[in-house]
């Protein structure tokens, strides 16, 4: 064809170049240079018999697909090169979390482009929509380069690609970490919180986008918790945010409110209670409801009288509330993604044991946990085995800050409960009335206290071992009283069971000990000692969430009994940006 000879011998002519200047947008024949969009030519005689072909050829120019990548797999190269030599990793005035990531990526890939290739145009877009969304779930997109994620989309022209395309893949691999495992560590943190989940693999992750036919925003999705109550928690935190709190009135802090008393302070609870209104300064038995209903569901001990604690909640305004969910959000992030078909959850701020078996709570009860200065900490075992009838080991710790004070005091009382000592370097158990107390350094304690199996024992009739470094494991107690109380944190650390019983049948039979199960009870009351070995352990998880959900899909609120809430929260505000 005619015209493909001319256009091959233009391109032959441009490599040799004869004559004039040679142009990137120039084709040159024999004899006449024509540059395509200009009006010049060195052979004017031809420029009008020409023209046609020079405006098809300036068509077909214009439709070739142009690089707009051209360079950048060597501008990221320079820049990761520079950061493996040592430089601070700072590009466009903003830091890279995750640098050594960042840059194994591109070398795994020659360092080509992730996010303006060409072909997939609309990945920044789609970050920058689920770096958006998961503000919903408590983030901070300025923490994650949402800002000049923002201005490559609206302002293309004027934008550093190389800057874009790295913090683009950093702000990815700083989702998946903290949608996965959470924005502040937990261990730092909170030195009581031992169940930490695994770390993500963000490059896994970024791979799996590259390779497969999933969004960007489907990727991200995947990694946060897939537990209901977490999708419960997220819906009340957007109906908060929606909708405000009912209540604007607070009531200050000051004495003790009671039923018949008078206050001002009395207005302002009946306005906080029972709605706006004129109302007297009387303490009526009808408010005297209101404040029980209103403790019940708080779950605080639910007298009708309005001290601090209960304050507390009332007066929590709508930041707090967002604050507590947000608290509660980061929590579900640092558990195990999957959780086993069946597993017991003890949750220490609501007080109570849930057993869920593929998904469902099929068994519930109420527990005692640990005092705010022995607080029962957060980590999950497995329980392998259950004694019946048990002695207490009395911890040193306990030995010495609690009973050897009442030892020095009335030793007698204690041999009456059963607690006998070994002296170190002995083998045999004495009764306690034996030793003089009096002399006993507590700084150098050389004595293993127990208490034998009875009615008195710390432990109750039945423990349920998952042993563990922290020395915490459930069981049942004495004090059974307590169990009427709201809030519960009267153990040394460990777990008071209300019903021990039910929980060793359910094991036994789970485990496919039916006869065991059934026999349990005539074991307790001949007070031998019997140890239940299970086939199948089951997890155990002991966690602390202060917003939970209940059977009915409704997000209660509980007092952050340990104080836990308040730095969480604290550090999620504070968590670093961009």
């Not at 040799?16 to 060195?42: I, M, R």
């Not at 008393?261 to 009526?284: A, M």
């Not at 709201?486 to 929980?503: A, D, K, M, Y």
């Not at 086939?535 to 917003?547: D, E, G, L, Q, S």
Request: aromatic fraction near 8%.
């Amino acid at each position: 064809m005619k015209l493909s000879k001319n256009i091959s011998i233009a391109n032959q002519a441009a490599e040799s170049g004869p004559t004039g200047s040679a142009s990137v947008n120039a084709f040159k024949f024999p004899g006449c240079a024509y540059a395509l969009f200009t009006n010049t030519a060195e052979c004017l005689p031809r420029r009008k018999a020409m023209r046609p072909l020079f405006m098809f050829l300036g068509v077909c120019f214009l439709a070739m697909p142009i690089d707009a990548t051209a360079g950048l797999d060597q501008s990221i190269r320079t820049f990761l090169e520079a950061l493996d030599a040592g430089a601070t990793p700072v590009i466009a005035g903003r830091t890279l979390y995750n640098p050594r990531q960042v840059s194994k990526i591109y070398r795994d890939r020659n360092h080509q482009p992730i996010w303006f290739n060409g072909l997939t145009s609309k990945r920044i877009p789609d970050l920058l929509a689920a770096i958006r969304e998961s503000a919903d779930h408590g983030f901070i997109p300025a923490n994650y380069h949402a800002s000049i994620l923002a201005r490559s989309i609206t302002d293309e022209s004027r934008i550093d690609k190389t800057a874009v395309e790295l913090l683009a893949t950093d702000a990815f691999l700083e989702q998946a970490r903290h949608r996965s495992i959470g924005v502040v560590s937990p261990v730092k943190l909170d030195p009581e919180w031992h169940l930490i989940p695994p770390e993500v693999d963000g490059v896994a992750q970024l791979n799996e986008l590259l390779e497969g036919n999933m969004s960007v925003e489907q990727v991200l999705d995947n990694l946060w918790p897939k537990a209901p109550e977490y999708q419960l928690l997220l819906k009340q935190r957007a109906y908060i945010l929606e909708f405000g709190e009912p209540e604007a009135v607070t009531v200050p802090r000051g004495p003790l409110l009671k039923p018949g008393q008078t206050s001002d302070r009395v207005v302002l609870l009946k306005q906080r209670l029972l709605g706006p209104g004129e109302y007297d300064n009387i303490y009526y038995e009808t408010l005297k409801t209101a404040v029980i209903e209103f403790q019940r569901s708080a779950g605080l001990e639910a007298d009708g009288i309005v001290g601090a604690t209960t304050l507390e909640v009332m007066n929590a305004d709508l930041f707090s509330w967002i604050d507590r969910i947000d608290a509660n959000l980061e929590r579900w992030r640092w558990l195990p993604q999957e959780t086993p078909d069946t597993y017991i959850r003890v949750n220490l701020a609501s007080f109570s044991l849930r057993i869920h078996e593929s998904g469902q709570e099929t068994l519930g009860m109420d527990v005692i946990v640990g005092k705010p200065y022995r607080r029962s900490p957060v980590f999950s075992e497995l329980l392998r085995y259950m004694v019946v009838n048990p002695s207490w080991n009395v911890p040193n710790t306990i030995a010495v800050e609690d009973k050897l004070p009442l030892l020095k005091k009335d030793p007698q009382a204690l041999k009456s409960q059963g607690y006998e000592v070994r002296v170190g370097g002995q083998k045999e158990f004495r009764d306690v009335d034996t030793v003089d107390w009096s002399k006993v350094n507590p700084n150098k304690f050389p004595y293993l206290l127990r208490q034998r199996p009875g009615d008195f024992n710390a432990l109750g009739r039945i423990k349920f071992m998952l042993p563990n470094v922290h020395a915490i494991y459930l069981h049942d107690t004495p004090t059974r009283h307590l169990f009427a109380k709201q809030e519960r944190v009267f153990s040394s650390g460990c777990i008071r069971l209300s019903e021990p019983i039910v929980l060793a049948r359910w094991l036994l039979n789970n485990d496919g000990q039916a006869d065991k199960a059934a026999g349990i009870t005539k074991v307790i009351q001949l007070g031998e000692t019997t140890t239940y070995h299970l086939k199948r352990p089951i997890p155990v998880y002991i966690v602390y969430f202060t917003a939970f959900s209940n059977n009915s899909g409704e997000v209660i609120f509980r007092r952050d009994i340990y104080q836990r809430d308040t730095a969480l929260a604290r550090a999620l505000q504070e968590s670093r940006q961009s």
